[in-house]
């Protein structure tokens, strides 16, 4: 079975600062997968990188076994820290919108049956990230949490092959992060989602992914830092038990995860 | 407590707003007097009564000439003009400027022609105006449009050009092309921050109105007032210069209504 993601000797160079090198990974469909790393150690640039914001320098990027065009495309949706919605929209009208583009291409708009259908799978999975009261109201009149299950319902609703996330949660207060791990935890399972998710919380990176990547330098040149690279030194499958509260690592992977923070606090504490 | 901290409530603000206006008036009123109390034929400061005679003359009757009551005349002719320059100007700044702010190449291509022709001096090419248009309506809407449509092409193409990359980036996972993007997700943006220039650019469209008007015209507000200049009729003068500020303040107000009337997402509508 071919991956469903594959990066093959990847080196993202943006002059003559390089930022990821001998980048080479395999991503199953089914998988959650988290990255981490420490800042500059070019984890959005890997996710900017499959998202196709952004073309490698070298190497080369296969999505389902076929080339991955430079260019973002509805196979590959999205969710940012921070303005991942439309701000001009209602809830409902943001998720219609990645409908509306495919089927009107002109006018980007739907009318009569069509229209009915299509708000009618975009309630169904506003319903779903549980913002199923807030069809009408427009981002401003959302709080932070409710904007990211927004984007998320928007992303959802193209059925994309992969889901990107650039530190979703980062923005949020403890409280409501909770309560968005067991929402993703449950979409990732509901609609057997491939999902790669950035983020800066480490605890955050082992109780949802099924896999840890951690991104840094392997090697480091005091007089020339930005000559070399980032690339996945920690690549730790984890084993998941699935219970009542959502997915939870097992003993082993979290030792392992204390090595590795422990690690990374050290190599910040340098930089 | 501090000058910074007082808050003034709404009575309290219109009372505050109109004292400078009414101690201006007063002032005018009380110099006015004096002058007419030294020499009671003074056409510097004429006493309200003054203006109220000549302007009834232009209010009421109708002129021996052309059948038409002058201050009406005026009237509907400058805001022709000026509804024709701001409407054209409108439309070029926004279709322009979303083509500068949403399309890379254009705005390579094009971006350095339109800061090229917004730093010409629009009142120096009211005589090549002249020489190419004629005398006529053309080639006073023309200056209009040439006066402010730049500033507003920038301002609109800056704007969008500002939108957040992730807003672009997302609607692009959702399946929208250029087009899409530009009618879907720029152009709502955009809308009211044109508003917002079309209120800028009033002042400075009264201002080209009523140069061209002053060098060649037979009709129109800014016609009369030089007109009349000749024999230092400031009866007529004040009145029109009062009914100019009138109208500009009451175009200001009505952009504002419809702005917040039409997109109040743009407008804080908070939880």
Same mark, same amino acid.
């Given at each position: 079975?071919?991956?469903?993601?594959?990066?093959?000797?990847?080196?993202?160079?943006?002059?003559?600062?390089?930022?990821?090198?001998?980048?080479?990974?395999?991503?199953?469909?089914?998988?959650?997968?988290?990255?981490?790393?420490?800042?500059?150690?070019?984890?959005?640039?890997?996710?900017?990188?499959?998202?196709?914001?952004?073309?490698?320098?070298?190497?080369?990027?296969?999505?389902?076994?076929?080339?991955?065009?430079?260019?973002?495309?509805?196979?590959?949706?999205?969710?940012?820290?921070?303005?991942?919605?439309?701000?001009?929209?209602?809830?409902?009208?943001?998720?219609?919108?990645?409908?509306?583009?495919?089927?009107?291409?002109?006018?980007?708009?739907?009318?009569?049956?069509?229209?009915?259908?299509?708000?009618?799978?975009?309630?169904?999975?506003?319903?779903?990230?549980?913002?199923?009261?807030?069809?009408?109201?427009?981002?401003?009149?959302?709080?932070?949490?409710?904007?990211?299950?927004?984007?998320?319902?928007?992303?959802?609703?193209?059925?994309?092959?992969?889901?990107?996330?650039?530190?979703?949660?980062?923005?949020?207060?403890?409280?409501?992060?909770?309560?968005?791990?067991?929402?993703?935890?449950?979409?990732?399972?509901?609609?057997?989602?491939?999902?790669?998710?950035?983020?800066?919380?480490?605890?955050?990176?082992?109780?949802?992914?099924?896999?840890?990547?951690?991104?840094?330098?392997?090697?480091?040149?005091?007089?020339?830092?930005?000559?070399?690279?980032?690339?996945?030194?920690?690549?730790?499958?984890?084993?998941?038990?699935?219970?009542?509260?959502?997915?939870?690592?097992?003993?082993?992977?979290?030792?392992?995860?204390?090595?590795?923070?422990?690690?990374?606090?050290?190599?910040?504490?340098?930089? | 407590?501090?000058?910074?901290?007082?808050?003034?409530?709404?009575?309290?603000?219109?009372?505050? @707003?109109?004292?400078?206006?009414?101690?201006?008036?007063?002032?005018?009123?009380?110099?006015?007097?004096?002058?007419?109390?030294?020499?009671?034929?003074?056409?510097?400061?004429?006493?309200?009564?003054?203006?109220?005679?000549?302007?009834?003359?232009?209010?009421?009757?109708?002129?021996?000439?052309?059948?038409?009551?002058?201050?009406?005349?005026?009237?509907?002719?400058?805001?022709?003009?000026?509804?024709?320059?701001?409407?054209?100007?409108?439309?070029?700044?926004?279709?322009?400027?979303?083509?500068? @702010?949403?399309?890379?190449?254009?705005?390579?291509?094009? @971006?350095?022609?339109?800061?090229?022709?917004?730093?010409?001096?629009?009142?120096?090419?009211?005589?090549?105006?002249?020489?190419?248009?004629?005398?006529?309506?053309?080639?006073?809407?023309?200056?209009?449009?040439?006066?402010?449509?730049?500033?507003?092409?920038?301002?609109?193409?800056?704007?969008?050009?500002?939108?957040?990359?992730?807003?672009?980036?997302?609607?692009?996972?959702?399946?929208?092309?250029?087009?899409?993007?530009?009618?879907?997700?720029?152009?709502?943006?955009?809308?009211?921050?044109?508003?917002?220039?079309?209120?800028?650019?009033? @002042?400075?469209?009264?201002?080209?109105?009523?140069?061209?008007?002053?060098?060649?015209?037979?009709?129109?507000?800014?016609?009369?007032?030089?007109?009349?200049?000749?024999?230092?009729?400031?009866?007529?003068?004040?009145?029109?210069?009062?009914?100019?500020?009138?109208?500009?303040?009451?175009?200001?107000?009505?952009?504002?209504?419809?702005?917040?009337?039409?997109?109040?997402?743009?407008?804080?509508?908070?939880?």
């Amino acid at each position: 079975m071919t991956p469903l993601l594959s990066l093959r000797d990847v080196w993202v160079e943006y002059g003559d600062k390089i930022v990821l090198e001998r980048v080479t990974l395999d991503v199953e469909a089914g998988s959650f997968v988290s990255i981490i790393g420490p800042s500059g150690a070019g984890k959005s640039s890997l996710l900017r990188l499959i998202l196709g914001q952004e073309s490698a320098t070298r190497g080369a990027i296969f999505l389902d076994g076929l080339p991955l065009t430079p260019e973002c495309g509805p196979d590959r949706g999205v969710v940012f820290q921070r303005y991942s919605v439309f701000p001009h929209l209602s809830a409902l009208r943001n998720t219609v919108f990645g409908l509306e583009c495919a089927k009107a291409p002109l006018s980007a708009r739907l009318f009569g049956a069509a229209r009915r259908a299509a708000v009618a799978e975009a309630t169904e999975m506003l319903a779903a990230v549980g913002l199923g009261d807030s069809l009408h109201l427009y981002p401003a009149q959302l709080s932070g949490g409710m904007q990211q299950r927004l984007a998320i319902a928007q992303a959802l609703i193209k059925r994309p092959r992969i889901l990107l996330l650039d530190e979703p949660f980062g923005a949020l207060d403890p409280g409501i992060r909770a309560d968005m791990h067991a929402l993703i935890t449950r979409l990732w399972r509901d609609y057997a989602l491939t999902i790669i998710m950035v983020t800066h919380d480490i605890r955050e990176a082992f109780a949802l992914g099924t896999r840890v990547l951690t991104l840094d330098k392997r090697r480091h040149d005091p007089h020339a830092p930005h000559r070399f690279g980032a690339t996945a030194i920690y690549d730790l499958p984890l084993r998941k038990e699935a219970t009542e509260a959502g997915v939870e690592t097992t003993g082993e992977a979290t030792i392992v995860a204390s090595e590795c923070r422990r690690d990374q606090e050290e190599k910040t504490g340098h930089g | 407590m501090r000058w910074v901290n007082r808050h003034i409530g709404r009575s309290n603000r219109l009372f505050l @707003g109109a004292l400078p206006i009414l101690l201006l008036l007063l002032l005018y009123l009380f110099l006015a007097a004096q002058r007419h109390s030294a020499n009671p034929f003074d056409k510097i400061l004429p006493l309200p009564g003054g203006m109220a005679d000549a302007m009834a003359a232009l209010l009421f009757r109708p002129d021996q000439l052309t059948g038409q009551v002058v201050f009406w005349a005026d009237t509907v002719a400058s805001l022709q003009r000026l509804g024709l320059g701001i409407g054209i100007a409108t439309l070029m700044s926004l279709s322009v400027g979303l083509l500068l @702010g949403v399309l890379p190449p254009v705005r390579a291509t094009f @971006g350095p022609l339109v800061t090229c022709i917004a730093v010409i001096p629009p009142i120096a090419l009211l005589p090549i105006l002249f020489i190419v248009l004629g005398l006529g309506e053309t080639s006073k809407v023309a200056l209009i449009v040439i006066g402010i449509a730049p500033v507003m092409m920038r301002d609109i193409a800056a704007h969008v050009g500002a939108l957040p990359r992730e807003q672009i980036i997302k609607a692009q996972t959702l399946g929208a092309s250029s087009w899409q993007i530009m009618i879907r997700v720029a152009l709502p943006q955009a809308m009211p921050r044109l508003l917002h220039a079309i209120r800028l650019a009033l @002042g400075p469209a009264w201002v080209f109105l009523i140069s061209a008007e002053a060098i060649a015209s037979d009709i129109g507000l800014g016609y009369r007032i030089f007109l009349v200049r000749r024999y230092l009729s400031m009866d007529v003068i004040i009145p029109y210069v009062a009914w100019i500020a009138v109208l500009a303040v009451v175009t200001d107000l009505v952009l504002t209504l419809l702005s917040q009337r039409l997109f109040p997402w743009a407008h804080g509508t908070s939880h």
